[in-house]
């Protein structure tokens, strides 16, 4: 049963940052036009998205903790895991702080330019990369 919530855990995974990749990218190109036909079509765009990928990110977090919950005394000792705990919590914290700026951007309210979505993609990029070194080498 541990390797099927395992799967299960990493095939949301790999969803949910689909999602969480592709989103700043819309709020990215949503900035530079300046059609309202465009920006109404960007608008629905970020609206399905983020409803689609909000349940990936509520099963691979549902899914992580019943891993742990299924043997808890192996994972309190590991560092690795609670280094990934805080960034998965840190992925949670954007995913919600995206919901906020497809809500903006819905109210023609955005604030923010191109350039600072294009640095706000990065952040997932580097919280993937952490959480799958920490998952793969456990290095404390």
Not at 25 to 48: G, I, P, T, Y
Not at 54 to 80: D, E, K, Q, S
């Amino acid at each position: 049963m541990y390797l099927w919530l395992k799967a299960f855990h990493l095939i949301f995974m790999v969803c949910w940052f689909a999602g969480i990749f592709y989103l700043p990218r819309l709020f990215v190109n949503h900035a530079m036009v300046d059609s309202q036909a465009m920006r109404d079509h960007f608008k629905l765009m970020e609206r399905k998205l983020y409803r689609f990928i909000t349940p990936f990110a509520v099963l691979t977090v549902g899914f992580g903790l019943w891993l742990i919950l299924l043997n808890p005394g192996a994972y309190r000792a590991a560092g690795w895991l609670h280094a990934k705990l805080v960034l998965v919590a840190l992925l949670v914290v954007y995913h919600l702080w995206c919901g906020r700026l497809v809500r903006r951007f819905a109210a023609d309210n955005n604030q923010r330019s191109h350039v600072f979505y294009r640095w706000f993609n990065e952040l997932p990029v580097l919280i993937l990369f952490a959480v799958v070194l920490l998952a793969v080498l456990k290095p404390f």
